[in-house]
């Protein structure tokens, strides 16, 4: 086992730049790295990573291993997983980090199962054990209503998918040294079996949740598409946007893709206003990082209440309209 | 068409946070008294996704189910929705497994099974929720997988599905056989009806053990565990919310709205 050596950084590429997630992966893994007194490594892969490599040192990697070939532009599960296996099995990190992103939800699990490693998918905390230096990811079990410490002790890579923004980004410092390695295998199209054929983007109306300052949720109690009317309503007068809870995205009164919690987005606005739904820790666990949550439920007992800064209890049907008038007021003196 | 469904019976995930107990020296959940375990909720729409390409292309759907004897409830829940058969995969060599563990035993009364175009997971278990045997058990079969499907079309021995990404969809396609993995965007399960009900009740459910498999017993030995879980633990939280006062609706929302203008 001791073969195995380092933390190794996945990186993402978005738009030409180093996705937010590995510049958090970078300051996390540095972290690791200085515990265990191993190296940091980041692999980049795809067309034009070369140029993102000095960066990357800036951000703490001791080394950076660029795979330039366009092929890797597009996330292809297969050709990732053959690649990134054969180049594990010849680098052996001991620790291999992953954003918890739709490439490394798609990837590492496939990936661990090809190299038979040891995968905590979604964590939200690392560390390393100081007696036996294994990697302690800690995740969430039963739908956010507990966490696991998971250690692999005897197989490698340890292996973790880290949530977003969990992680405060790596500090930016360009006296830092180190190697950039680049590496020449190529990855051989022809085992490509899946093949993506077509990318739909979803286009949202306003600001993306992720973006948003202000966002109104909407629960089963809503009752109807129509209801979330009113809850657009509130959004668009606070410059927000709308997100819903899975319960109401399954009635198909709001797109799938305003779910917010654990199998949703993970969102945190300065104001998050949960209207009409019961506070189910999945739900939560995606609006916990909001700066003000408040609740408005007709339920005193419903779990929102635990986790909100601000209650209302009361039908939604009588308080949002005059809410919306008193804002309104508030906001043309 | 025959499609395998992997289903797994789990405590009810629905059960309100404030009843959630774990026996943190056991590292075990404690289930709330009176409430039954249910079928996990991406497996039940892997299942319905299941009978959307059965209603279409007809053919068969078998599920398996790896737990306790009890599992036949869930194996019966997805018969009274369409499936065909049903099994559970029950021994004691099969407790306390990892995700390899698992992919491991349900990959090997998969091969047993034989004859598949289509194996579907779903993509991720309510319970302890690792979110990989789906694709472990695609690794040990070698099979293509595609995960996070919400919608899956079949023509000419092909797949067509539609995965579900954090800002959109993307199309992918691939040869069968292959894996799956469901997320809820497909869509809600169908209700079983009266008589499909009474039918599963009356169905025989054969329970699979190690040797009917033919499982290693090696390959599920604990010195090979890929990962354990050394705590579990329930975040305290304090509760801290104000209360906003009012006799009518009017003044609850000036006194909130008077609340966060510092904020927005
Ligand atoms: C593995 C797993 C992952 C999951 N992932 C997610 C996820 O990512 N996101 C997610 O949201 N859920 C997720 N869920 C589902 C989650 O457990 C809950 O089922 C869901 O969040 C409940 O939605 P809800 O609050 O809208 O509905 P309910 O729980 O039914 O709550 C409705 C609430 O509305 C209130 N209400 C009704 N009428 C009114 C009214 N007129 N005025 C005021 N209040 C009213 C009621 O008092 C009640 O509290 C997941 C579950 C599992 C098992
Ligand atoms: N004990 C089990 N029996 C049958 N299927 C299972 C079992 N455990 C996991 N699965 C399948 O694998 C999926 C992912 O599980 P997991 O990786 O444990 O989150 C589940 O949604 C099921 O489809």
Same mark, same amino acid.
């Given at each position: 086992?001791?073969?195995?050596?380092? !933390?190794?950084?996945?990186?993402?590429?978005?738009?030409?730049?180093?996705?937010?997630?590995?510049?958090?992966?970078?300051?996390?893994?540095?972290?690791?790295?200085?515990?265990?007194?191993?190296?940091?490594?980041?692999?980049?892969?795809?067309?034009?990573?070369?140029? %993102?490599? =000095?960066?990357?040192?800036?951000?703490? /990697?001791?080394?950076?291993?660029? /795979?330039? $070939?366009?092929?890797?532009?597009?996330?292809?599960?297969?050709?990732?997983?053959?690649?990134?296996?054969?180049? *594990?099995?010849?680098?052996?990190?001991?620790?291999?980090?992953?954003?918890?992103?739709?490439?490394? *939800?798609?990837?590492?699990?496939?990936?661990?199962?090809?190299?038979?490693?040891?995968?905590?998918?979604?964590?939200?905390?690392?560390?390393?054990?100081?007696?036996?230096? %294994?990697?302690?990811?800690?995740?969430?079990?039963?739908?956010?209503?507990?966490?696991?410490?998971?250690?692999?002790?005897?197989?490698?890579?340890?292996?973790?998918?880290?949530?977003?923004?969990?992680?405060?980004?790596?500090?930016?410092?360009?006296?830092?040294?180190?190697?950039? !390695?680049?590496?020449?295998?190529?990855?051989?199209?022809?085992?490509?079996?899946?093949?993506?054929?077509?990318?739909i983007k979803e286009e949202f109306e306003g600001?993306k949740l992720?973006?948003?300052?202000?966002i109104v949720s909407g629960g089963h109690g809503i009752g109807s598409a129509k209801n979330f009317e009113l809850l657009w309503e509130l959004a668009r007068?606070?410059?927000?946007t709308v997100g819903a809870t899975r319960r109401a995205c399954d009635e198909g009164w709001v797109p799938v893709t305003r779910q917010i919690g654990q199998s949703g987005k993970?969102v945190?606005?300065?104001?998050?206003?949960a209207v009409a739904l019961s506070?189910a820790?999945s739900h939560?666990?995606g609006?916990?990082?909001?700066?003000?949550?408040?609740? &408005?439920?007709?339920?005193?007992?419903?779990?929102?209440?635990?986790?909100?800064?601000?209650?209302?209890?009361?039908?939604y049907k009588?308080?949002l309209?005059? %809410?919306?008038?008193?804002?309104?007021?508030?906001?043309?003196? | 068409?025959?499609?395998?469904?992997? &289903?797994?019976?789990?405590?009810?995930?629905e059960?309100?946070?404030?009843?959630?107990?774990? $026996?943190?020296?056991?590292?075990?959940?404690?289930?709330?008294?009176?409430?039954?375990?249910?079928?996990?909720v991406y497996d039940e729409r892997a299942v319905e996704a299941a009978c959307r390409l059965?209603d279409k292309?007809?053919?068969?759907?078998?599920?398996?189910?790896?737990?306790?004897?009890?599992?036949?409830?869930?194996? =019966?829940?997805?018969?009274?929705m369409?499936?065909?058969?049903?099994?559970?995969?029950?021994?004691?060599?099969?407790?306390?497994?990892?995700?390899?563990?698992?992919?491991?035993?349900?990959?090997?009364?998969?091969?047993?099974?034989?004859?598949?175009?289509? &194996? @579907? *997971?779903g993509r991720?278990?309510?319970?302890?929720?690792?979110?990989?045997?789906?694709?472990? @058990?695609?690794?040990?079969?070698?099979?293509?997988?595609?995960?996070l499907a919400c919608d899956i079309q079949?023509? #000419?021995?092909?797949?067509?599905i539609k995965r579900i990404l954090k800002d959109g969809f993307e199309i992918?396609?691939?040869?069968?056989?292959?894996?799956?993995?469901v997320s809820s965007e497909i869509g809600l399960p169908r209700l079983p009806?009266?008589?499909? @009900?009474?039918?599963?009740?009356?169905?025989?459910?054969?329970?699979?053990?190690?040797? #009917?498999?033919?499982? $290693?017993?090696?390959?599920?030995?604990?010195?090979?565990?890929?990962?354990?879980?050394?705590?579990?633990?329930?975040?305290?939280?304090? =509760?801290?919310?104000?209360?906003?006062?009012?006799?009518?609706?009017?003044?609850?929302?000036?006194?909130?709205?008077?609340?966060?203008?510092?904020?927005?």
């Amino acid at each position: 086992m001791s073969e195995y050596k380092g !933390v190794m950084v996945l990186g993402e590429i978005t738009e030409g730049k180093l996705a937010p997630i590995t510049i958090e992966l970078l300051g996390i893994g540095r972290r690791l790295a200085n515990d265990l007194g191993e190296e940091l490594s980041l692999l980049l892969m795809g067309g034009k990573a070369g140029v %993102l490599a =000095r960066e990357a040192i800036a951000y703490g /990697a001791n080394k950076v291993y660029v /795979a330039e $070939d366009s092929l890797f532009d597009e996330y292809n599960s297969d050709t990732y997983t053959q690649w990134i296996s054969n180049f *594990c099995q010849k680098t052996m990190p001991s620790i291999l980090l992953i954003g918890h992103t739709d490439i490394g *939800c798609d990837l590492a699990p496939r990936l661990n199962g090809r190299l038979r490693g040891g995968l905590a998918m979604d964590a939200v905390n690392l560390s390393i054990d100081p007696s036996t230096k %294994l990697l302690v990811s800690t995740r969430p079990i039963f739908g956010g209503n507990a966490y696991a410490k998971v250690v692999s002790r005897f197989a490698r890579p340890q292996m973790a998918t880290v949530r977003t923004k969990i992680f405060p980004p790596a500090e930016r410092d360009d006296s830092r040294q180190g190697e950039i !390695v680049s590496v020449a295998e190529k990855v051989d199209p022809s085992i490509i079996k899946a093949k993506v054929i077509d990318r739909i983007k979803e286009e949202f109306e306003g600001v993306k949740l992720e973006d948003a300052e202000v966002i109104v949720s909407g629960g089963h109690g809503i009752g109807s598409a129509k209801n979330f009317e009113l809850l657009w309503e509130l959004a668009r007068l606070l410059g927000g946007t709308v997100g819903a809870t899975r319960r109401a995205c399954d009635e198909g009164w709001v797109p799938v893709t305003r779910q917010i919690g654990q199998s949703g987005k993970v969102v945190s606005p300065k104001l998050y206003i949960a209207v009409a739904l019961s506070g189910a820790m999945s739900h939560i666990v995606g609006c916990l990082g909001s700066k003000c949550i408040v609740a &408005i439920n007709k339920d005193p007992e419903a779990n929102i209440f635990n986790v909100a800064h601000f209650g209302i209890v009361a039908d939604y049907k009588e308080v949002l309209p005059v %809410l919306i008038e008193k804002f309104k007021e508030q906001r043309s003196p | 068409m025959h499609t395998i469904v992997c &289903i797994k019976q789990v405590p009810d995930p629905e059960i309100p946070p404030a009843k959630f107990k774990i $026996d943190p020296v056991a590292k075990k959940v404690i289930p709330p008294p009176g409430v039954p375990p249910v079928i996990s909720v991406y497996d039940e729409r892997a299942v319905e996704a299941a009978c959307r390409l059965k209603d279409k292309h007809k053919g068969k759907i078998t599920v398996l189910s790896l737990g306790s004897e009890k599992a036949t409830d869930v194996v =019966r829940h997805a018969i009274s929705m369409g499936a065909d058969e049903g099994y559970v995969l029950q021994d004691e060599a099969f407790e306390n497994l990892d995700s390899f563990g698992t992919a491991y035993v349900l990959g090997k009364a998969i091969q047993k099974i034989g004859g598949y175009d289509l &194996i @579907l *997971c779903g993509r991720q278990a309510a319970d302890w929720g690792a979110g990989q045997v789906g694709s472990i @058990l695609a690794e040990i079969l070698g099979l293509p997988i595609i995960t996070l499907a919400c919608d899956i079309q079949v023509e #000419d021995k092909k797949l067509k599905i539609k995965r579900i990404l954090k800002d959109g969809f993307e199309i992918v396609e691939a040869p069968t056989p292959a894996v799956a993995t469901v997320s809820s965007e497909i869509g809600l399960p169908r209700l079983p009806a009266g008589v499909a @009900l009474m039918l599963a009740r009356r169905k025989q459910i054969p329970i699979w053990k190690a040797k #009917d498999i033919g499982a $290693d017993l090696s390959e599920l030995d604990p010195s090979k565990v890929h990962t354990e879980i050394t705590e579990i633990f329930i975040p305290t939280r304090e =509760r801290k919310c104000e209360m906003i006062p009012g006799a009518t609706p009017a003044e609850v929302a000036t006194n909130l709205v008077s609340k966060l203008v510092k904020l927005i």
